[in-house]
Structure formats: structure tokens, C-alpha cells
């Protein structure tokens, strides 16, 4: 089957919603992994992400793992849909006779990857902020390395003093109270904390993504005169997911960097930073190269299957039939 005509822009914002909201509910509880291994410094609290999911749901319930989930489905639709739908729109500006260069691919994605930051950030600020409370409060059972070089009763001469109550746990943030709170002290900035590091993150990641997903999409495919046959729905979804793993893995530690900036509450001993360099250098300086790739793999599997359900939801053409019945 012959490519469909270029769809309009509505057609194209509904796709990327849909996509968002499909692929976001199939992948979130590791995300949540991954942002709570990114994040966990010192004494670990997590020795994985399997870890991290049994020990989540443990302590907080199956639910536990879709905290934060509502902010990414209420915001991921305009996200997913601006992303998408700009690089479309970037490829039809920059194409010649319908041939796009590679450089006008990678122009595309990096387009796309700069006008999704305006709704990526806060998204993720707000995210972050509820899937990371989960490891603060599990943070505070695990004995810090102080308290394990401690001496035992045996050894201790003077007996310790009585253990005080400990304070009641603080009560349940939610997207609602902490955007509140930083309207109130930050102002609009607050909610924005962290853009250049989304910037620096999302750019390269769509430069690297949308290049490779058109090229894996048009492997084998012929073309029919001027227009390329339509890729059938698999491989698009696999596409979708080898460019997906190959770019997020590339793009980790900058992830890495940005959910730190953008981790509001500290756990004891950890640091707070500046900005992108000072936060690169206290990273390598403290815990070495290796830190940069914390959640990798947790990465790579939440991007992998997202993006490859955006794609074949994308392709599947939701908003055209949708814009169709409604038309």
C-alpha cells in the first residue's frame, strides 16, 4: 500500500497524544525505577531495578509504582503530540521532491526536540518529585554507614540514651501541591527548573532518534513512482524501538544529570547542585564515570516500548479516522 497523503496537522496532534497515553501507561512503573536508581547516592536503597519494583510494591502497593503517573498522562498527550507532530512538520519543510538529507533528518529532530521542552520540563519536574518520594522514605530504614561502624551493646561503657519517637512521616505529596508551592516561592521559574538540562538532553536524543526510526522504517520497503509503500505496522513498532534503546542509552547521562537538578527533596548526605557543570563534576568527583549511567537499561526499556507504540499508533492514522467520523 502506497504512503497516504500528508495528514494535517490536528490528525497529527491527536496521534502523538494517543501514542503518548498508551505507550506512558505500558512503561511508567520503570520509569519510576529509573528515576529513583538515578537519583539514589551513598548507602544504596535499590540494587536494581527488579529490586526496586518488589521493594515498591512491597512498601507502597502496585499502585506505589504509577506515583506521578497522572502528571505524565495529563501532560504526555501535548508532549508526545508536539514532539511528533514538529518533526513531521520539520521533515515537509526541509524535504526537496520528497527527499529529505540526513542533515535535514537531524535538523528535524533537533527542532522537534527543542519545541517539546515547553511542556517536557515541568512534566518531569513534577514527576520526578512523586516517584522519587518513595526512595526518600525508604531512605530513612537504611542504616547509614556511620550507624553500621557504630559499636554493639557489648561494647559500648555508657549506656546509650532512650530512642526518641520518630517524627511522623510527612503527609502525601501531590502534582497539585507541590506546583502550588512552587508558584508561591519560585514563581513560574520553579516549575521550569532544570530546562537547559532537559534541553541538552532532549535535542541530541531526538537528533539521534527520528534520523535512525525513518531509515529502519524504510529498510525493504519499494517505492511506487514517487511514493514509498507504506510500512506495515510491525515494523514501524519495531522501528520504533531500536531507535528508542539506541538514542535513550546514548542520551543516559544526561538524564542522569537532569533528574538530579530537578530533585527537589535530598536524602541525608546528598548533594545539591548548582547547575549542569558543577552537577557533571560532583557526579564524576563523588561517584565516579559509572554514575552516569544509573538506569541505563531501566531507560532503554521504558524508551524502547514507548516509542515503538507511539510509532505504530502514529502510523495506525487514530486522528485521521477520528477527524474522519467527526468530519
Known amino acids: ?46 540494587k536494581g531495578m527488579m529490586d526496586c519494583l518488589a521493594k515498591t510494591v512491597r512498601s ?28 513531521d512538520v520539520f521533515r515537509q519543510k526541509l ?9 535535514g533528518e537531524v535538523l528535524a529532530g533537533c527542532g522537534a526536540g527543542t519545541c517539546q521542552v515547553v511542556v517536557t520540563t515541568p512534566m518531569e519536574m513534577l514527576k520526578i518529585q512523586l516517584q522519587d518520594a518513595g526512595r526518600l522514605a525508604a ?23 532512650p530512642a526518641r519517637p520518630s517524627p511522623p512521616p510527612p503527609p502525601r505529596a501531590s502534582a497539585t501541591g507541590i506546583t502550588v508551592e512552587l508558584l508561591k516561592t519560585r514563581g513560574l521559574a520553579g516549575l521550569y ?41 510491525w515494523q514501524s ?28 527533596q535530598k536524602g541525608d548526605g546528598e548533594e545539591t547542585y548548582k547547575g549542569i557543570v558543577d552537577c557533571t563534576r560532583r557526579i564524576m ?10 538506569g541505563a537499561a531501566c531507560r532503554a526499556l521504558v524508551i524502547a516500548p514507548l516509542f515503538g507504540i507511539a510509532q505504530g499508533v502514529y502510523f495506525l492514522g487514530v486522528g485521521e479516522t477520528l477527524l474522519g467520523l467527526l468530519g
Not at 522504517?217 to 517505492?223: D, Y
Open 1 to 46: 500500500m502506497a504512503e497516504k497523503k500528508v495528514s494535517s496537522l490536528p490528525a497529527k496532534l491527536i496521534n502523538g497524544g494517543v501514542a503518548g497515553l498508551v505507550g506512558v501507561t505500558c512503561v511508567f512503573p520503570i520509569d519510576l525505577a529509573k528515576t529513583r536508581l538515578q537519583n539514589q547516592q551513598g548507602v544504596p536503597v535499590y
Open 60 to 87: 507502597e502497593g502496585y499502585f506505589g509504582c504509577y506515583r506521578g503517573a497522572a502528571v505524565n498522562l495529563t501532560l504526555v498527550t501535548p508532549e508526545k503530540a508536539i514532539k511528533l507532530a514538529a518533526n
Open 95 to 103: 524535504s526537496k521532491d520528497g527527499h529529505l538529507p540526513l542533515w
Open 139 to 161: 531512605q530513612r530504614t537504611v542504616p547509614t554507614a556511620a550507624q553500621a561502624a557504630a559499636p554493639g551493646p557489648a561494647q559500648t561503657l555508657v549506656a546509650p540514651p
Open 193 to 233: 527548573r532544570g530546562a537547559g538540562a532537559t534541553l541538552v538532553r532532549d535535542v541530541p536524543f531526538s537528533m539521534i532518534y527520528f534520523p535512525l526510526f525513518a531509515n529502519l522504517n524504510a529498510l525493504g520497503r519499494e517505492r511506487v513512482g514517487d511514493v514509498q509503500v507504506r510500512a506495515p505496522f
Open 237 to 264: 513498532f519495531m522501528a520504533g524501538c531500536g531507535a528508542g534503546s539506541v538514542a535513550a542509552v546514548a542520551v543516559t547521562p544526561l538524564d542522569v544529570i537532569k533528574t538530579r537538578l530537578q530533585t527537589l
Open 285 to 294: 568527583t563523588r561517584e565516579g564515570p559509572s554514575a552516569f549511567l544509573k
